[in-house]
């Protein structure tokens, strides 16, 4: 069983920077990898960042590639994601999630576990 917490989100301006947390509960936490997703109003939740098991690999969505960057700490249990030059459409709920495999997907389907999600808003 893996709990996950997120943090630091909030409102910034157009252009700023904003960096995630998800804690990880369990002892076990190095054994899975990890993703961010976000879902918008009346939007479908979408794949932002991945990171393998050893955080040797990432993986980003096109829209958020070379402004965000996701890394991880597993003697810490925790995740990051990094978010610089924001967007206005970069407004959403943020989700961090953990799958029981060395490698990351961009299906959210695959995930075993989801934390409640943190608020980003950008405004314009």
């Known amino acids: 069983q893996v709990q996950l917490v997120e943090s630091g989100g909030g409102l910034v301006q157009a252009g700023g920077s904003l960096r995630l947390s998800c804690a990880a509960s369990?002892?076990?936490?190095?054994?899975?990898?990890m993703g961010w997703f976000r879902q918008a109003p009346g939007k479908e939740r979408e794949f932002v960042a991945g990171?393998?098991?050893?955080?040797?690999?990432?993986y980003y969505a096109d829209s958020v590639k070379g402004r965000f960057t996701i890394s991880r700490d597993n003697a810490k249990n925790t995740v990051y994601l990094q978010m610089n030059s924001l967007k206005p459409e970069d407004t959403a709920v943020y989700y961090c999630?953990?799958?029981?495999?060395?490698?990351?997907?961009?299906?959210?389907?695959?995930?075993?576990?989801w934390g409640q999600g943190t608020q980003v808003t950008v405004s314009s």
């Open positions: 990171i393998s098991w050893s955080g040797g690999t990432t």
């Open positions: 999630a953990a799958v029981a495999d060395h490698i990351p997907t961009m299906n959210a389907n695959w995930y075993d576990y």
């Open positions: 369990g002892r076990t936490f190095s054994s899975y990898a």
